[in-house]
């Protein structure tokens, strides 16, 4: 059953959070009360709840299902990578946007940092934020002809081996024809907006978010050709794990996870539903880019005028 103020307020925003982290604790607590002060009703989940410190106005869910967001103009998640990627399954399932705050490490999803906190408060009071919608991929995972999984992703699906001591084999399609096949660990296939995750760090490239497109890019694998492939938003990717090979694993935003019998399909596809973000500021991303990484941007004098 869910707890609501005597007298419902015209807005409402849920809270979702890390309560794993002081500093998430803190923060939600400087959210809460701000929001509180200027007359914006704060939902959240129960379970939460219960490791913060909140005034009983706060109303409560006891389960994360699609419709706790129903009624709220706006989600807030307060914490690192993880905690954003787990907002971002409320975020789509329920077409509410998403506020991200960063308690964590980069957070590329994030729209504010920690001492921020003010002005999110100010912002989501006065309504002066833009939402945009980020791509996001459908994934199914066929065994001997049949439909066996269905899932999604904001950042990637990445196919991966599960034997340290052995290769995943695979081979690569695109569009119905295949590309190349080979050993690997691994093969993710990513959004723009996962471009700066995984797919990253597997040496894809950066991707700006406006760029409408899939990536397929390989991890170790053992193969003269084997680069980060760029298609068509409109592109059907798909992995084949190979029957000669030991069983695989696929891994949905780090989130969600199946195991991939030798013979396994997956497929990827543009994803019917995006997930909105809120937005505070009209920075490029090009300067978010600098910013996340710390990147080295001394010497640089501009164009000439």
């Not at 298609?231 to 059907?236: D, F, G, I, Q």
């Amino acid at each position: 059953m869910t707890t609501t103020p005597e007298t419902a307020p015209e807005r409402t925003v849920f809270l979702l959070a890390h309560t794993g982290r002081p500093a998430a604790i803190r923060s939600a607590e400087l959210v809460v009360q701000g929001l509180l002060r200027c007359g914006i009703g704060v939902r959240v989940l129960e379970a939460e709840a219960a490791d913060l410190p909140l005034p009983a106005s706060v109303g409560t869910v006891p389960e994360a299902t699609p419709d706790v967001l129903d009624g709220c103009e706006l989600l807030i998640v307060l914490g690192g990578d993880g905690t954003l990627l787990r907002g971002a399954e409320f975020a789509r399932a329920s077409g509410v946007p998403m506020l991200g705050v960063n308690l964590g490490r980069v957070g590329f999803l994030a729209e504010a940092e920690r001492d921020d906190l003010d002005k999110v408060v100010d912002r989501v009071v006065t309504r002066s934020y833009e939402v945009e919608e980020r791509m996001t991929i459908d994934v199914i995972v066929h065994n001997n002809g049949d439909v066996v999984h269905r899932d999604w992703a904001l950042n990637e699906a990445a196919v991966q081996k599960v034997s340290p001591d052995r290769m995943l084999e695979v081979v690569l399609e695109i569009d119905g024809r295949p590309v190349t096949g080979f050993g690997c660990d691994g093969i993710v296939c990513a959004t723009p907006t996962g471009s700066t995750a995984y797919a990253f760090s597997a040496g894809g490239p950066v991707v700006w978010p406006e760029v409408e497109a899939l990536l397929m890019v390989p991890i170790s694998a053992h193969a003269l050709f084997a680069k980060p492939l760029v298609t068509a938003p409109t592109s059907v990717l798909a992995v084949e794990v190979q029957p000669n090979t030991p069983h695989g694993v696929l891994w949905c935003d780090g989130r969600r996870t199946i195991e991939l019998p030798p013979g396994a399909r997956v497929v990827v596809r543009r994803g019917e539903v995006p997930v909105r973000l809120a937005r505070l500021h009209h920075a490029s991303f090009t300067d978010r880019l600098v910013a996340k990484f710390a990147l080295p941007v001394s010497g640089w004098r501009g164009a000439p005028h």
